[in-house]
């Protein structure tokens, strides 16, 4: 549940929960997202998650896609959630909207079935 | 190092670094600067003290200041530092404004020597 990509409802955009897995998988997701040119990518996460994701973004625009992104006004918020002891606790969530700026990378040729190298 | 509070060179406005402290001990010292009157508040942290400052913001302006504070724009960044063992590691940082907007408490009275009574 803290762990998922989805598209939005409009179908322009769409957001990467940050959960347990590591930076990395997060990273390629994010960077997977912008490459497909869809729209800006907001990646948002609740509690401790919160310090991976903003260390999945600081990776994604200065180690992969640098001089290419653009971050978007940082969200912070706090979430009501209800416990595993069925108790209500508040949780602070953060969203970073992501948008591509440089040019897309080329699509694959047609016809090969092969995805695009990566850069 | 990590835990340390201090005034800008200017003179207006203060710097509130996040630490291993709990959460309710910054989220006072956040508080007693922003009713001094004395300009913005930065609330920083970097590495696994990102999701705390997120918290101490949080508290503050849904508990403690509702209504009267503004969030600046939140940047992130990436710092370099030097590890124990001498080794160069990038760690992730945040830096969240806050700026009073609502009036300020009423000083003590003088001569009284009390601090005024909070709430």
Do not use: C
């Not at 997701?29 to 509690?47: E, F, I």
């Not at 694959?108 to 850069?119: K, L, Q, V």
């Amino acid at each position: 549940m803290a762990d998922e990509k989805h598209r939005g409802d409009d179908g322009v955009g769409a957001t990467v929960f940050i959960g347990l897995k590591p930076t990395m998988t997060y990273v390629f997701q994010v960077v997977t997202q912008l490459n497909s040119g869809a729209g800006p990518v907001v990646v948002k996460a609740r509690g401790n998650a919160i310090a991976k994701a903003v260390d999945v973004v600081e990776v994604v625009r200065h180690r992969f896609l640098e001089g290419q992104v653009e971050l978007g006004p940082i969200a912070i918020a706090t979430e009501r959630l209800v416990n595993r002891d069925g108790r209500e606790a508040n949780v602070s969530s953060i969203a970073i909207p992501l948008t591509r700026t440089g040019p897309l990378p080329a699509p694959p040729a047609e016809g090969t079935g092969r995805p695009p190298s990566a850069g």
